[in-house]
């Protein structure tokens, strides 16, 4: 049986990963009206963007900026064509994006050896980015002997990098620049009529979106120890969605709140077999279905999510409110 302890600091970490992706899920859908279904992309981007990074000996600060800067610079690359769609095809466009990647990922490197074995006729050893078989990361946190101390360091790191994720993105949506995303995804063709380049906006959303996505990716890469292909299929993306639609669409604490609950079911379902040994279904299986049970509930008495998205108060709102200007 795992030591109920460390396994409640997993736990954890993953609510800490996977609030952070929420976040930037809510700034692409929650605050613009960008439906990224292709979100789990960008998990794997900055995962083996990391993995790499350590890998050839760069300090693991650089590994997560590193994670950070090309998630989000091809989040904006693949939003520049994406972006030509309406919403419907925006959403199947970043879908496509996301499992092309994913295959690209893992077939790369058994196809530069075919490749090399075919014009060369000589086998060679590539191993990049691990193909079907994977790639061992190594941890940003070393501290031997000790596994609780470790949990509690990677405890540190994540939840630090939740809090500044968290932060960024409150001081974001309450700027003016956050109230003209709003403003996008309220009424995009009056936003244009008032001179605001509405395509500029969104690719900036997504590319934020991204990057915050890649951060998330690396730290869940580094503290597992192992990524794939395989492990950024499209139900990360609905997952996070999930996290997204149960929190509170547009309300960052409600993102937070979201992750909270789905890791935690999922943890409740594992923690029972750890305990009974057996159960007629996969824990994976169970959390989907308390959570789908869970987004039923929750669309049905609260469209808008657990905790709604707030008003901005700002001195606007409160002269068109009061009537007046305070002193």
Sequence with gaps: ????????????????????????????????????????????????TAAIAVENGLHPAIALLLSIMVSGVIGVSASLFALKFREDYLAITILAFAEIARLILRNFDDSIRALIRFTTGVESYIN?????????VRSFVSIPG???????????????????????????SDSPYGRILRAIREDELASQTLGKKTWI???????????????????????????????????????????VILGGVGNNLGSLLGAALVESIEAAALFVKSFLGYLPLDPVNIQWIFVGASIIIV???????????RPIKTPAVEVARHGYTRG
């Design 299 to 309: 669309v049905a008495f609260k469209p808008k999510g657990i905790l709604e998205e």
């Design 201 to 243: 906006y969104k690719m900036q959303a997504i590319g934020l979106g991204s990057a915050l996505a890649g951060l998330a990716g690396a730290l869940s890469a580094q503290f597992e120890g192992y990524i794939s292909p395989e492990s950024f299929q499209p139900h990360l993306t609905f997952a996070i969605w999930m996290m």
């Design 146 to 172: 000790d596994y609780r101390l470790y949990n509690i360091a990677q405890l540190s790191l994540v939840y630090s990098l939740l809090a500044a994720s968290y932060l960024f993105v409150k001081l974001l």
């Design 128 to 136: 990049v980015f691990g193909g079907v078989h994977g790639k061992v």
């Design 1 to 48: 049986m795992p030591d109920p302890l460390i396994f409640a600091m997993h736990i954890a970490y993953r609510i800490g990963v996977y609030g952070i992706a929420a976040l930037s899920l809510n700034i692409e859908y929650g605050y613009t009206g960008l439906s990224n279904f292709g979100k789990a992309a960008f998990l794997m981007i900055g995962a083996y």
